[in-house]
């Protein structure tokens, strides 16, 4: 069973911008922790950015500046806008459900894949 669903990625230029959507079912809407990890080929899976109930926001370095994420309740939505774009950003980003910021993520989406040219 799909709990939660990416879309948004695609192939862009480098400088360029996507933005990335993530939908949670209602079977899992206490794990309210939301996050985006990234998968890049041959590397381990790392946080790029994480919102908690309250809106307070995590980013990893490589996204501080560049990415947002937020986060839409009543929709069960989490976006991450990212900006000014590079190939080292090219990876699968997955979407994630957390039920504290103590602990790893219980739910994942499947991925999607977003790819920077140079």
């Known amino acids: 069973q799909v709990h939660l669903a990416e879309s948004g990625g695609g192939l862009v230029q480098a400088g360029g911008s996507l933005r990335l959507s993530c939908i949670a079912s209602?079977?899992?809407?206490?794990?309210?922790?939301r996050g985006w990890y990234r998968q890049a080929p041959g590397k381990q899976r790392e946080l790029v950015a994480r919102i908690s109930p309250n809106n307070v926001t995590t980013y990893a370095d490589s996204a501080k500046g560049r990415f947002t994420i937020s986060r839409d309740n009543a929709k069960s939505m989490v976006y991450l806008q990212m900006n000014s774009l590079k190939p080292e950003d090219t990876a699968v980003y997955y979407c994630?459900?957390?039920?504290?910021?103590?602990?790893?993520?219980?739910?994942w989406g499947r991925g999607t894949q977003v790819t920077v040219s140079p």
């Open positions: 994630s459900a957390a039920a504290s910021v103590f602990r790893p993520p219980e739910y």
């Open positions: 209602e079977k899992i809407f206490r794990f309210n922790v």
